[in-house]
């Protein structure tokens, strides 16, 4: 199949995402695509649903938004952006979920540093997002990483969630759903959820503190504009920075991709939902995403 990108990804970015598990890949979005997923977000947004949640008017975060506005369905399904993530990755991908990070003009609200991996039920090395925005964003609203933290070899805890103690009835439920190899976030939060839903897993390490200490991490970050894909790591530290004034909305989609490591894993602090078709599926510890091809089918291969 030809590619649709605007030009072709080089050894040096593929090598570039590897060594330091985040790259900016520079004007390869046609803006066909760029056009979609603006119309897509503005559906999402002006059409929330129960996955819809954020910060009164500063930050509108929603899970799964593709699963409701036709144009981000279409994005996912046909736009090239499975050919950057599988290029890089070398492997055949499989889409997993997206998010919609919309922030209005004004000023930026920052996203605090966290690592992906430990918010959903999938572990395993080849798990990757990729971040497009809309509109452009300098540096100072926009995504950095630790350079290199996705290879710490650690799953840090998630930094939302409930404190066991504040509710041991709920914690005790939780536990047994994990311990019957259930999902501890249910179907039914598909109706309505929120980032409190979940516990905090008290057997994780803590997220360190990099907006404290920023000077001792090697933190990478870049200007952005239409067009550039920003690819990182499930396991990357990273977050967006924010604080600066902003004529114009800054309106991000995030959807991640999964290569052929990529496998399920019943998480006690799970904090988003599973995806909803893959529920009635009762999917196991260890079992790869390859065994629910109806749910995850191969977006694009090398
Ligand atoms: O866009 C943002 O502010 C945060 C994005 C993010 O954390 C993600 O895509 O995982």
Redesign the pocket.
């Known amino acids: 199949m030809s590619s649709q990108l605007l030009r072709a990804i080089t050894q040096q970015e593929i090598e570039a995402f590897h060594r330091d598990g985040a790259v900016l890949i520079k004007g390869v979005l046609p803006e066909q695509w760029l056009e979609k997923l603006r119309q897509g977000m503005e559906y999402a947004n002006d059409n929330p649903d129960g996955m819809s949640g954020g910060m009164e008017a500063v930050l509108r975060i929603d899970q799964f938004p593709a699963d409701r506005a036709p144009d981000l369905a279409d994005v996912i399904r046909s736009s090239p952006i499975a050919e950057v993530v599988g290029t890089a990755l070398g492997t055949p991908v499989r889409f997993y979920m997206d998010?919609m990070?919309y922030?209005p003009a004004g000023t930026i609200f920052p996203?605090p540093w966290?690592q992906?991996t430990c918010y959903y039920n999938v572990d395993g090395h080849d798990l990757i997002?990729a971040?497009v925005c809309v509109d452009p964003v300098p540096r100072g609203a926009s995504?950095e990483v630790v350079r290199g933290s996705h290879r710490w070899n650690v799953t840090y805890r998630p930094v939302v969630g409930r404190q066991p103690e504040d509710d041991p009835e709920g914690y005790a439920q939780a536990e047994a759903a994990f311990e019957a190899g259930e999902p501890v976030i249910g179907p039914e939060s598909h109706g309505q959820w929120s980032y409190a839903d979940g516990f905090l897993d008290p057997e994780l390490p803590l997220t360190p503190d990099i907006e404290g200490n920023k000077e001792s991490f090697d933190v990478l970050g870049w200007d952005y504009e239409p067009g550039d894909v920003l690819l990182f790591h499930g396991h990357i530290l990273?977050?967006?920075t924010g604080g600066i004034e902003l004529p114009h909305p800054r309106r991000?989609h995030?959807s991640m991709w999964a290569g052929p490591d990529i496998h399920y894993v019943h998480r006690k602090g799970q904090v988003v939902p599973d995806p909803a078709a893959l529920y009635p599926l009762k999917p196991k510890t260890g079992q790869p995403l390859a065994d629910f091809p109806e749910v995850f089918p191969v977006a694009w291969s090398p």
């Open positions: 998010q990070f922030k996203t966290h992906d997002r971040w995504l990273h977050g967006a991000a995030a």
